[in-house]
Each structure stands twice: as C-alpha cells, then as structure tokens.
C-alpha cells in the first residue's frame, strides 16, 4: 500500500510505501484539508477475481493521538512527569486551536472587506449610470419641447 498526504497548498506532507499492514503519522504545519490517498499494489485483475481489499483507517486528531501509556513505558517516566507531559501537550494543543482560529478570523475578515469593497464599487458605478441616465432624460426632454420662433432667433 502506498500512502501519500498532500497538505492543504498541495504540497507532499508524506509519501511511503507500505507492506500489508501499516501506520503512519505526520505532523501538519498548515491549517486546512488535507488528502489522504491510498494506493494498492495489486492489480485491478487480482480484485475483480475474487481478491479482497481491506482498509482500516483510525484518524486521530490533536493530543489524542498520544498513547501515553506506551510513551510511559519507553521513556521511563513517573506518573506525575507523565502527567505534566499530558498538560504540556493539552497547552500545545490550545495554542494550536487559537492560531487555526485567528487564520480562520484573518481570512473571513480578508473575504468581509473584499466584498465590501466590490459593494461600494459596484454602488458608485450604479450611482453614476442612473446620474448619467437622469442627464440624457433631462437633455433629451429639453430638445423636444416645442420653441417659438422668437426663442430660436434670440439665441
């Protein structure tokens, strides 16, 4: 199985190739949806004949994709540096949230003033047509009033 994320700009975040059965992680640095394919080795030949292909995916999102106690055991900690290891990483995990929520804000705001900005152009331009419009009424309404000689020769 060949595994490959691709990061909200598109950009490759992993890309390994795996045996039959397998795990990966990966750590986003970008805010967004990323893209998860899976490639199979075999053939399509191989599925239509009766193969089977079996897929199992477990996405674990932020500090609860930490297994602390096969951390505990690896690094030999006590249950109180475990414990401060877990507030640490739940810290972490806010800071992370605040940032992904301040581009969220960056980017609505961006779009909010964007469109703004296209309503006021867009009124400005409507404004000027229907003033333009009211002075061709105006000129157009003067040419056909019926003049008396005496107004034509005077001017």
Not at 12 to 37: A, N, W
Not at 49 to 62: E, F, P, T
Request: charged share 25%; hydrophobic share 35%.
């Amino acid at each position: 199985m060949h595994v490959e994320v691709k990061d909200p700009d598109g950009k490759v975040v992993l890309s390994r190739q795996y045996g039959s059965e397998g795990r990966f992680t990966f750590t986003s640095h970008t805010p967004g949806e990323h893209q998860i394919c899976l490639h199979s080795n075999s053939t399509r030949m191989a599925l239509f004949a009766g193969g089977k292909l079996r897929v199992h995916l477990d996405i674990q999102v932020g500090e609860h994709a930490n297994n602390y106690p096969e951390i505990e055991a690896k690094d030999k900690l006590t249950e109180l540096q475990l414990r401060a290891r877990q507030l640490l990483d739940q810290v972490e995990q806010i800071q992370k949230e605040q940032d992904y929520q301040r581009y969220r804000e960056e980017c609505f705001r961006l779009t909010s003033e964007s469109t703004n900005q296209r309503v006021l152009w867009w009124s400005i331009a409507q404004s000027s047509l229907s003033l333009l419009a009211f002075g061709r009424c105006v000129i157009s309404r003067a040419s056909l009033r019926p003049r008396s000689w005496c107004s034509v020769l005077s001017v």
